[in-house]
């Protein structure tokens, strides 16, 4: 496991990955981290993530181009895919990923799936929001999901 830290407006961010995919971004709250420190930091995946989600807080990326390999059941695999058919700019609910998947009564199974999401920025679980409109848990804090959607223009200040 290849391991780095990137310093963002919302705080340093540690990327992990394996010889050939980006593994796992984690906020300094994340419940689960990285592998313990001395893990070697020399990686192409690494560097291509911290030039992509530099870009993405500057505001000149929508979309991120890097393999990823997040660890988690099928359904959670699902889950994280149609994060990432989220647009840039947009956001969605728990139900409706639910409906996407096919059984609209999934949406606190969805919901669980999104909170384990290994990748978020990247695959955008910041995305996703109560029926409602009301920002909920994010790994990250809401304040963190509160200054993603502002930056992505899908939240008004």
Known sequence: ????????????LTLTASDSSLTGIYFPTSRHGPAPAGTDTSNEILTR??????????GTRTTFDLPLDATGTAFERRVWELLRAIPYGTTTSYGELAKRLGDPKEARAVGAANGKNPIPIIVPCHRVIGANGDLTGFGGGIERKRWLLQHEGALLL
């Open 1 to 12: 496991m290849f391991v780095s830290r990137l310093s963002t407006p919302i705080g340093e």
């Open 49 to 58: 993530a911290g030039t992509e989600l530099s870009e993405y807080f500057a």
